[in-house]
């Protein structure tokens, strides 16, 4: 069983889930079928994924009750006033065919045409919006992706309230150190998105040895690293195999092998992608 983590806010979130990025819609409805029969609690999509209604299907067919599922979804990055915040929040929410969202995130702080743009003035107009649906209950916790400490500061001074979690790329060979540190000392959950590099990683022979060590594969490898390091993974499969798989991480990587895997610099460097 891996830990679930307290939120900011007290609210309790399963220490590892499903992603549905690049999934069709069939695909994410029986990912997202699989991932519930097989343990699964938590589930990552997004209005841009375009299929928040296939998760939804999913999560009604499971027949498991709704207070026992996470759902995370997120507000396009090109959304930055708080009418339209509200707007695709209930959006998402009629997609999803769900009364309450678990977790609400700005998907990045800049649109993904835009990257780098200065957008503080409109964060903070979004980020009213996110501390309304909270007030209203039509979310229960709110935080950002992809945000940089200053845009973070940036928010939490005009307003008062602290993103429950920013959720970014991170994987052995690119752990974003400053922006994790800025996060975890600021009691700000860091989930991981593309634990695997999105597969790119899952070559590197640095990772053979150790995974020969703990007779586990370079995924699972890669998804325990993520929680040891104190964030919350996302693995994304279409794969049932995998996907039980990826749930099977509850295992103890020395501190040693994660100094080891931490000097690592494998993977692409790529610019940021949702
Ligand atoms: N907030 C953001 O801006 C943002 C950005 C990117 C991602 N995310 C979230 O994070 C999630 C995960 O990131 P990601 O989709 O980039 O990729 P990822 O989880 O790092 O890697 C997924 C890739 O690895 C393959 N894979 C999965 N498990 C495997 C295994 N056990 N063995 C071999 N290959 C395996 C998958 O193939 P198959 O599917 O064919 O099995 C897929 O090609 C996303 O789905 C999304 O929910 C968020």
Not at 107 to 123: F, I, L, M, Q, T
Request: glycine fraction near 6%; charged fraction near 25%; aromatic fraction near 8%.
């Amino acid at each position: 069983m891996i830990k679930s983590f307290k939120l900011n806010d007290g609210v309790e979130i399963p220490g590892i889930g499903l992603g549905t990025w690049q999934s069709s819609k069939e695909d994410a409805y029986n990912a997202t079928l699989s991932a519930l029969k097989n343990g699964y609690r938590l589930i990552d999509t997004a209005l841009a994924y375009q299929n928040e209604d296939a998760v939804g299907k999913a999560i009604k067919d499971s027949l498991i009750p709704r207070e026992e599922i996470f759902v995370t979804t997120k507000l396009p990055a090109q959304y930055k006033s708080y009418d339209e915040a509200i707007k695709y929040a209930n959006e998402s929410l009629a997609n999803l065919g769900l009364d309450y969202i678990d977790l609400y995130l700005i998907h990045a702080p800049w649109p993904w045409s835009e990257v780098g743009k200065d957008c503080e003035k409109e964060n903070i107009e979004v980020w009213k919006a996110f501390i309304d649906l909270k007030k209203e209950g039509k979310v229960r916790s709110i935080g950002v992706s992809n945000f940089r400490p200053s845009n973070i500061k940036n928010i939490v001074d005009a307003t008062g309230v602290v993103p429950s979690v920013n959720q970014i790329r991170f994987f052995i060979g690119n752990t974003q150190e400053e922006v994790t540190k800025y996060c975890q000392d600021n009691n700000i959950l860091v989930e991981a998105y593309s634990p695997l590099g999105t597969g790119e990683i899952l070559n590197a022979s640095e990772l053979d040895n150790v995974a020969k060590k703990y007779n586990k594969s370079k995924a699972q490898i890669c998804i325990r690293y993520c929680i040891e390091r104190n964030t919350l993974p996302l693995p994304k499969s279409v794969h049932e195999e995998r996907i039980i798989a990826n749930l099977d991480v509850d295992f103890k990587i020395d501190q040693g092998d994660i100094d080891y895997l931490s000097t690592l610099t494998i993977g692409s460097r790529r610019p940021l992608r949702s």
